[in-house]
């Protein structure tokens, strides 16, 4: 079989001759007219480190599609950072940026008829916003990972904690250690150096089979990183010719598989968001349920920051998502197809065999370190997954929280609930020294529906950096960063925006946190302790006099996802 009759266009291309001279008007040459032809989709741009270097790898990929007889063609579609949105109304666009971001994947690959699709992206929404555009395509298509940014001094990350955190909020002058963070905590391209989103889907990709063996969060600044994008162009070709899709790899069983890989690296609650939005693209539904009972199931392993000891450079050394994947062996369905066009079974059998876990311990011992102390074995493992889905009263369809970073005194909780109905105005409730210890800060219209569900970093922060509040909880129909440590329930839901219980809960209610219990409920009001089912009633006739605030968010994308988002314990995508 001839390459013009492998190529999907070339109908079309003999039907209106005026895209071949539109090629030709580019850096296509006669000969490439009847090459297979790959649609190489970046999000480059000075958006932040994760995406800077994105062109780089997209060159790489070129190369290794031209090497296997193919076209590519580059096409670029900049991510933002919520770094860059944080207090201020910027953050509202963050997750709605996901679905703007896959709908412009899908026009990218749609208006052509494309023989294959390599995405390539590093961080929070961008990696989800490209795995839901493949699954929506559904052409033979890879994800290529970019990788993370170096660790800082001192083994120091992008977000600022511990005590300069901690004294810069009392207002001390910091000014010396402030400037070497903001000089030193990026040190160069690539991801979040901590088990954040950007990291936590980094894994995703590669758990789900679409990306290629140990390309999750290898550091942006390695050599090998280049060759594997060269490689994953060559790959895309192989795929082309096999005719393999994403909805041959992304199965029920590969996304349970990637389930198991997020509770043992305790991955950021935002995969919650994210899997079941990429998974709604193909007809599969998956639910919070599912999440919490493999959470009770499977061991937890990766001692990685927020909720370990050491960075995500660190974990690809100590072999990153195919170490965890033989740890989990016997969890793990190993038959499940992936972008090799190999079984998983066999992936890991060939990493073993070509030494890549050999050569990554290798750099770990540059820092003194064995395996083990960044991966556990399994047999080591002192506890079970890492995020829990509480229900109760508050959140009858459920609520979030990552309690692999919850202080063990803090699993259980009760305290007096202190209401806002604004981020700002709790973070300053926070500064000015007006929550009480042992309260319980309750932050609602945030959720997809109300503000577009921002993330809560700067409260949390403010929350986790202040020591007289350490027994003090949030929680919140928004979302957290996957920064996020301490007791921080999320996504609550029904959200207050669509009338939810939390909307009712006022000043005072007393509320009952049990992380080992998955409770999360009121349990007295008005200054008395009647139990869940006597304040269930009450927040039920609070529901009746309850009117929705109105809130007019400015004309375009927000406005149209707050009027139409799912909620986001099914993924808070748009609702068509």
Known sequence: MTQEKKQKSSKVRQDWIQMDALCCGMDWDEADLSKPQILVEDVFGSSHPGSIHLDRLAQEVSIGVFQEGGKPAGFHGTDICDGWAMLHSGMNYSLPSREALCDLVEIHGRIIPWDGLVVISSCDKSVPAHLMAMARLNIPAIHFPGGTNRVGPNMSHSLLVGETATRMRRGEDVSREVRDYKLSACPGAGACQFMGTASTMQCMAEALGIALPGTALI?????????????????????????????????????????KVHAAISGSTNALLHLPAIAHELGIKIDAERFDR???????????????????????????????????????????LTVTGKTLEENL???????????????????????????????????????????????????????????????SHEGPARVFNREEEALQAILQGKIKPGSVIVLRYEGPRGSGMPEILATTEALATNPDLNNTAIITDGRFSGATRGPCIGHVSPEAARGGPIAVVEDGDWIQIDIPNRVLSVVGCGGKQIGSQAAESILAERLKRWQPPIVQHPQGLLRRYSRQAESAMKGAYLME
Do not use: C
């Open 219 to 259: 550091p942006a600044s390695l050599a090998e990183i280049g060759r594997l994008a060269r490689q994953a162009g060559r790959q895309i070709m192989e795929l082309s010719r096999k005719g393999i899709r994403p909805a041959d790899i992304l199965t029920p069983a590969a996304f349970e598989n990637a389930m």
């Open 294 to 336: 493999l959470n009770r199931e499977i061991p937890y392993l990766a001692n990685v920051q927020p909720s370990g000891v050491y960075l995500a450079e660190l974990f690809w050394y100590a072999g990153g998502v195919p170490r965890v994947q033989m740890e989990l062996r016997d969890f793990l369905d190993l038959k499940v």
């Open 349 to 411: 059998g060939h990493l073993e065999e070509e030494g890549f876990f050999r050569r990554g311990e290798g750099y770990l011992a540059n820092f003194k370190l064995q395996r083990e102390e960044v991966i556990r074995k399994a047999k080591d493992s002192k506890g079970f997954g890492s995020i829990a889905v509480l229900k109760g009263n508050i959140a009858p369809e459920g609520a979030v929280v990552k309690y692999a970073a919850v202080s063990p005194e803090m699993l």
